[in-house]
């Protein structure tokens, strides 16, 4: 049978507007509606409506890449207290099921913010009609949109005020290959060369997002005959674990060395980690809103930046300034 792909290129239309024909949104005028609808009739299509306003249909699939990693809670929560309130439920799957859960006749659209799916099984899922919501990419594709963070400017604000404070030795770890990380690393890399502060390829250590890297790091650090003056980490659970194994081993943040992360999950503001925060509650509220908005005929494909600014703790201390 055809798919709303298949009908879309034959009318010459996009798919949100064959989306949105047949499921009889009002914003597509009469001789659009009458050739979308009747192409669906020549290639045999059959569909149930997404809307959900018919009391069916009415989950969202929400994945994540794992289920131990702290700042996935903000964003269900947000993303959950929106779709809850609009009689919409969601169902929480990791990347290796989301193929098999994104099925049009039992669900109505998908967030995803996972490292561990592809492109290619984002762009299937949006393939069958279905919208989508990235928060981790930016894809081509008439039923994906984008809402992600602004890393570069967040990471670039962060370092800018750790050279301004007088630090001139760096070191960075990375978190797994990413739009994120890229944006992350890229405005570490600015910063530095914008203020004629050299780094090394030694000084930059592959991280996974995960508080082990960070252990790790800290380990291969310590090894060497003089640590930099900071460690700056794409994310806080790499911070986090770096922060513990230093003190395990009497290295004081931040007399002997500074440390920073990205994200500000809860435990970095116990901890008086500084960090970048990003509003991870408010972006899985606005992810939610956007996919229903989307649903009924009212909402956009278009990319939606969400900023981040530095949260200055007591993990970064202050510079020879």
């Known amino acids: 049978m055809a798919g709303i792909k298949e009908i879309a290129e ?3 239309v996009s798919m949100t507007t064959v989306s949105n024909v047949l499921n009889k949104k009002k914003n597509v005028g009469a001789t659009t509606r009458e050739q979308v609808l009747k192409i669906a009739q020549e290639l045999g299509y059959t569909h149930k409506q997404q809307s959900g306003i018919d009391g069916k249909r009415r989950t ?25 309130k609009q009689g919409y439920h969601i169902l ?8 098999h859960y994104s099925d049009p006749d039992e669900v109505c659209g998908c967030i995803i913010l996972s490292s561990m799916i592809r492109d290619e099984q984002v762009l299937a899922v949006a393939d069958k009609g279905l919208p989508v919501i990235t928060l981790d990419r930016e894809l081509e594709h008439p039923m994906v949109k984008a809402m992600i963070v602004n890393n570069y400017e967040g990471e670039r604000q962060l370092m800018q005020k750790l050279v301004d404070e007088g630090f001139k030795t760096f ?11 890229k944006d992350r690393y890229r405005a570490f890399r600015d910063v530095l060369r914008d203020n ?17 890297s960070g252990v790790q790091t800290a380990r291969l650090i310590m090894l060497r005959d003089r640590m930099p003056e900071v460690l700056v980490c794409a994310n806080d659970m790499m911070a986090i674990g770096a922060i513990r194994h230093f003190q395990e081993n009497g290295i004081r943040v931040p007399d002997d060395i500074s440390v920073c992360g990205f994200d500000d999950i809860i435990i970095s503001r116990y901890l008086g980690l500084t960090t970048v925060s990003v509003p991870d509650y408010e972006r899985g509220f606005l992810a939610g809103q956007a996919i229903l908005n989307i649903l009924d005929g009212s909402g956009d494909f278009e990319t939606y930046r969400i900023g981040a600014r530095v949260k200055w703790r007591r993990t970064a201390g202050h510079g020879k300034k």
Request: contains cysteine; aromatic residues 14%; proline residues 0%.
């Open 196 to 212: 004629d502060i050299s780094f090394h390829r030694n000084d930059l250590y592959e991280g996974d997002w995960k508080e082990k």
């Open 92 to 99: 929480i799957c990791n990347g290796d099921d989301l193929a």
């Open 10 to 12: 034959r009318a010459g």
């Open 60 to 84: 969202i699939i929400v994945s994540f890449s794992d289920f131990d990693t702290l700042f996935y809670l903000d964003i269900l929560h947000g993303v959950s207290d929106y779709v809850n």
């Open 171 to 181: 070191a960075f770890v990375t978190g797994q290959d990413t739009a994120d990380n």
